[in-house]
């Protein structure tokens, strides 16, 4: 059975910094592109960071460009997004995703329970 478990949310102040990271229990995690979303109260959850299965290509949303990074180990089947400077606007529940495409149109999609991350003085 998947299971995607994101930790490391919390309150924090403006300016202020979080590592989130997701656990995953996943077969194979080395062969998944690994993301985070976000979704705010009554807004659609949009994409923070993608990062490839091995990890050398990451692509950002231009709101979190220089201010995000997100990484992966996999040896411990773990993504990372590292948040600096965070900004009120910051605030969301976030949530981890692999995502697989296999051949003949076959795609495995995963999604975890999510962390609430508030910025907030």
């Known amino acids: 059975q998947v299971q995607l478990v994101e930790s490391g949310g919390g309150l924090v102040q403006p300016g202020g910094s979080l590592r989130l990271s997701c656990a995953a229990s996943?077969?194979?995690?080395?062969?998944?592109?690994m993301s985070w979303y976000r979704q705010a109260p009554g807004k659609e959850r949009e994409l923070v960071a993608r990062?490839?299965?091995?990890?050398?290509?990451?692509n950002y949303a231009d709101s979190e460009k220089g201010r995000f990074t997100i990484s992966r180990d996999n040896a411990k089947n773990t993504v990372y997004l590292q948040m600096n400077s965070l900004k009120p606007e910051d605030t969301a529940v976030y949530y981890c995703?692999?995502?697989?495409?296999?051949?003949?149109?076959?795609?495995?999609?995963?999604w975890g329970q999510g962390t609430q991350v508030t910025v907030s003085s």
């Open positions: 995703n692999a995502h697989k495409m296999v051949v003949a149109g076959i795609e495995y999609d995963y």
């Open positions: 996943i077969f194979i995690f080395s062969s998944y592109t």
């Open positions: 990062i490839t299965s091995t990890g050398d290509s990451t």
